[in-house]
């Protein structure tokens, strides 16, 4: 009579190694769907451990494949500037303001921002980041209280960011946009800053230099590209070192339209008057009786 072979021992001491994630788990970690970390991990783009599809995730694998993916294998963490001391002006040029939006619509908004930066030749890949703000703004709108939206990527492709920046756009009429307080949205910041080292200390300091609705009300009453700069550099300084002033008490406050704007909507309507007193004084024309044949 043949003995059976007795069944391994099982060493229940041993602890399952820590920080192992599964692919759904990887997937929610990186903010991705689990088709696209599927298609990273298959071709060999993502460590893991295991195989015959039954994958694990090092988490400390994961966080250098991903510091490596984000700022490229030239780059080291240490050579990004630190956010809390950029200055606004090295990512917001002059040619990185439109003051007058032409779009009526929320993805128009996005279209119009995205081509700027395209145009500058800060991004390589205009439909793809595109299509990542949408994606983002599907998820939750970035339109503030107060009138403001910071739109921005959850994506951060090294290869079709060429270099950080920011697009400032103003809509004269304001553009419904999924703001908290339900009213329209007036000035939109598009935010291509490529690393996370820059996103949330540049985020931070936009959202505490624009909290005061004065300030709104006179960024949206600006006449030129040069003033509004000016003016958000300006209350960008006094956020990053602390000098904003005390917020004045709540109230609607209104932009006051400055004296070139106000000059231009005095000829506008003079003008408009003056075409209806002459359209109205014209002699009108009788019409022709028809020939007799």
């Not at 600006?222 to 003016?231: T, V």
């Amino acid at each position: 009579m043949t003995k059976k072979p007795a069944a391994a021992a099982i060493d229940r001491t041993k602890k399952p190694e820590e920080g192992l994630l599964t692919l759904p788990e990887l997937a929610a970690y990186l903010h991705l769907d689990e088709k696209t970390v599927y298609k990273l991990v298959s071709t060999g783009k993502l460590p893991s451990v295991g195989g015959d599809r039954q994958w694990q995730f090092r988490k400390k694998d994961v966080d250098v494949w991903l510091e490596r993916e984000l700022l490229g294998d030239e780059e080291h963490f240490t050579e990004v500037p630190d956010g809390m001391k950029l200055p606004l002006e090295d990512l917001l040029p002059d040619s990185a303001i439109i003051i007058d939006l032409k779009a009526r619509t929320s993805v128009a908004v996005i279209e119009e921002l995205a081509a700027r930066a395209y145009a500058n030749g800060w991004l390589t890949d205009k439909p793809w980041f595109v299509g990542q703000v949408v994606e983002r703004e599907s998820l939750a709108s970035t339109a503030m209280e107060g009138g403001v939206a910071f739109l921005h990527t959850r994506a951060k492709d090294k290869g079709k960011i060429v270099r950080p920046f920011l697009v400032c756009g103003r809509s004269w009429e304001g553009i419904q946009f999924g703001a908290p307080d339900g009213r329209n949205t007036f000035l939109y910041f598009l935010m291509g800053l490529k690393y996370d080292k820059l996103h949330l200390p540049i985020l931070g300091r936009l959202a505490r230099a624009l909290r005061n609705p004065q300030t709104i009300a006179k960024l949206r009453a600006m006449s030129s590209p040069d003033k509004l700069r000016a003016l958000l550099l300006r209350e960008d300084e006094l956020a990053r070192t602390g000098m904003l002033p005390d917020l004045p008490p709540p109230g609607d406050f209104k932009p006051k339209l400055d004296k070139t704007l106000r000059l231009r909507a005095i000829r506008r309507i003079d003008s408009a008057q003056k075409a209806e007193v002459e359209a109205a004084a014209a002699p009108k024309k009788k019409p022709r009786a028809k020939k007799k044949t």
